[in-house]
């Protein structure tokens, strides 16, 4: 069974600061999707990374993909409260005899920014 | 385009009491997808499916049922609604394109309770 462990669970800073969320497994994804989550509401995704070492930005969030395809990471640049949210790391599972698309989730991170 | 809807938003059941839960498309997916979601887990596969007529187990599928008889509709069936069942509810659907992993469009999620 592939598992992904997400780490902080909880952060809670100012704005202005930086932050790094951890997703990390000791299996192989073929690709990794990260996704927020506000109250009330389903996930919506931000993105996908592929490639190993591949490093993605999205305005000042910077996702990047582990060279072994195990682990990823989320950097906020500069938080705002806007950034305030569920953040989940979803890994898709090693294709066997065909894509079925299913996502293995993180735990999530609950991000709270402070004005 | 409504995009995917979930049918009912909230809903109270005594332990033993059946419920169906309504999920539709309207975005010509071939992939539906059945969520539960825990405090500090995540999000949890509970059923699939890869196209109308066919359903698959995903991770936590006990006490559950689902059903695709319409391409734009997958319903979610608890035949015997215990206590554990206490969740939030995601339905999602996906294209699928060969080799890699696409989007996943949730929708907004059924609160149940279940005294």
């Known amino acids: 069974t592939q598992l992904l462990e997400q780490s902080p669970q909880f952060l809670s800073i100012q704005e202005g600061e930086n932050l790094t969320v951890y997703c990390n497994s000791s299996?192989?994804?073929?690709?990794l999707q990260w996704y927020r989550q506000e109250p009330g509401e389903g996930p919506v995704l931000l993105v996908t990374?592929?490639?190993?070492?591949e490093v993605k930005k999205l305005k000042r969030l910077t996702f990047q993909f582990g060279d072994a395809r195990k682990d990823s990471s989320l950097h906020i640049t500069a938080a705002q409260p806007g950034d305030t949210g569920l953040y989940l790391c979803?890994?898709?599972?090693?294709?066997?005899?065909?894509?079925?698309?299913?996502?293995?989730f993180g735990q999530g991170t609950t991000l709270q920014v402070k004005p | 385009n409504a995009g995917v809807t979930q049918t009912p938003k909230f809903r109270v059941l005594k332990t033993g009491q059946s419920m169906t839960l309504l999920c539709a498309q309207d975005?010509?997916?071939?992939?539906m997808y059945w969520y539960r979601q825990d405090p500090g887990m995540g999000l949890r596969l509970i059923h699939y499916?890869?196209?109308?007529?066919?359903?698959a187990k995903g991770e936590v599928p006990d006490g559950y049922n689902v059903s695709r008889l319409k391409k734009q509709n997958f319903l979610l069936g608890l035949e015997s609604a215990a206590p554990s069942q206490t969740s939030v509810y995601f339905c999602?659907?996906?294209?699928?394109?060969?080799?890699?992993?696409?989007?996943?469009?949730f929708g907004p999620g059924t609160r149940l309770t279940v005294l």
């Open positions: 999602a659907s996906s294209y699928i394109t060969a080799g890699r992993a696409d989007t996943q469009y």
């Open positions: 299996s192989v994804f073929s690709s």
């Open positions: 990374v592929v490639t190993g070492g």
């Open positions: 979803a890994g898709v599972q090693s294709h066997g005899s065909g894509n079925t698309g299913k996502l293995i």
């Open positions: 975005m010509n997916h071939e992939y």
């Open positions: 499916s890869v196209g109308e007529g066919t359903t």
